[in-house]
């Protein structure tokens, strides 16, 4: 298992483009616009990002300019070879799962959504680089 990247919501999507690149000296690796679904995303990271380390991703919802703090945190994702097998995994262990492995929302990547016991989110990201030995079995 490991570490992919931290979505956080923001407001202005390019004030926060420049304070990760310019201020905090992290590369724009590669952004989307899902027009269907309202939202564009950016994601940012050093070293040339995945799979050397883990990214910040930046989600712009259109038409919301702020957040509270206590709904800027987004979740935490991490790659996994089989994101129904790792579901089947968490749900026997006594994990709960928010949402049932599936395609993501105007993609094909399949992901699914666990909660710990604060009810931090937690994605699971379906990663063929994870069939190799890594991630949750």
């Not at 990214?55 to 089989?82: C, F, K, R, S």
């Not at 710990?116 to 990663?127: A, F």
Request: aromatic share 10%; net charge negative.
């Amino acid at each position: 298992m490991r570490l992919l990247h931290t979505m956080l919501r923001v407001g202005n999507l390019q004030r926060s483009i420049d304070f990760y690149t310019q201020v905090l000296g992290m590369q724009l690796l590669r952004t989307s616009e899902n027009p269907e679904y309202k939202y564009s995303l950016a994601f940012l990271g050093f070293d040339g990002g995945n799979p050397g380390q883990a990214e910040i991703e930046l989600t712009y919802n259109w038409g919301v300019e702020q957040y509270e703090m206590g709904t800027a945190y987004g979740h935490i994702a991490l790659g996994v070879p089989d994101a129904y097998a790792a579901c089947e995994k968490i749900r026997a262990a006594g994990g709960n799962i928010t949402r049932e492995p599936g395609p993501v929302k105007g993609g094909t990547t399949v992901i699914a959504f666990v909660t710990d016991p604060d009810g931090y989110k937690i994605e699971l990201i379906q990663r063929a680089e994870q069939q190799a030995g890594q991630g949750l079995r």
